[in-house]
C-alpha cells in the first residue's frame, strides 16, 4: 500500500474545476516529481494534499487514514508538510526565527526543536552564516534554502517542494536538488512539483499531468525516453 494515495480527487476555485479525477500513489521513501506546464493543477494537488484547499470529492488516504478535508495543522502534525510555491519566508524575522516558526508542531519540546534546527541547518551550512539576518534580506537561493528548512522543522514524513527551482541560477539549483535528493535518503519522502524537468534525474518515478489528470507515470529515465511527453507535456526538450 502506498504511504500517500489519492483517488478521483476533484477540487478548483469558486466554480471553476481544476482536478478532474486526479488519482496516484506515493510509496513511502520514494522521491517522485509531478511534472506538467504552467496552469496544469500541479499546485492545486499539494494544497489539497496540505489542506489548504479543500477537495470537491474523492480521497486522500495516508499511512491508511482517510485524511481528506482535514485542516492544515492536523495534516502538519500528521507529517504532510508544504514548501510552497514562492517561498513565503517571513522577511521581518530573522532566519532563526523563521525556523522556529517551523517548529510549532512540537513547540513545546525545546530540546527536540534544538536538535530539529541542527539537523535542518546541517543541510544548508549557508543558512547559518545568515542565523541573524532578516530573511527579506536573503537570496532567492537563501530563501528557498530557508524554506525548505523551515518545513524540515515540522519533522515531515512526506515533503512536498512546489517549484523550488524557479528563479535560480543552475548552480544553485543543482544544490537545491542535491540537498533534496540527500533529505529523501536520511528518510523523508518526498514529493517534488516542478516545470524544471532536471528534476526527473534525482527522482525516482515521476507523474505528469495536464488540465488536472494525470497523463503519464513512469520511471524518471522512461519519460527522458519518450520524446513525445517531453514536448507535449513538459515544453521543454531536455
Ligand atoms: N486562487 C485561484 N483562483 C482561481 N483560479 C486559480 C487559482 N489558483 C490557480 N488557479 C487556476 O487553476 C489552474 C491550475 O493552477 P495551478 O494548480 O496553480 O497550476 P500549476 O501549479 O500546475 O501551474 C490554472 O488555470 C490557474 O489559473
Ligand atoms: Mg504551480
New binding site residues.
Partial sequence: MPLLEIDELSAG??S?P?LQGLSFGIEEGETAVLL?L???????TVLCLTGLLKPWSGRITFDGTDVTGWDPRKLVSKGLVLVPEGRHVFPEFTVAQNLRMGAWPHRRDRARTKEITEVAVEYFPRLRERWTQLAGTLSGGEQQMLAIARGLMARPRILFIDESSLGLSPKLIKTVFEVVKQINTDGTTVLMVEQNAGAIAIADRALVMQMGTLVYEGSGGDILDHSEIREAYLGTPA
Wanted: no cysteine; hydrophobic share 25%; net charge positive.
Fill in positions: 476555485y469558486g471553476l481544476v506538467g504552467n496552469g496544469a493543477g500541479k499546485t492545486t
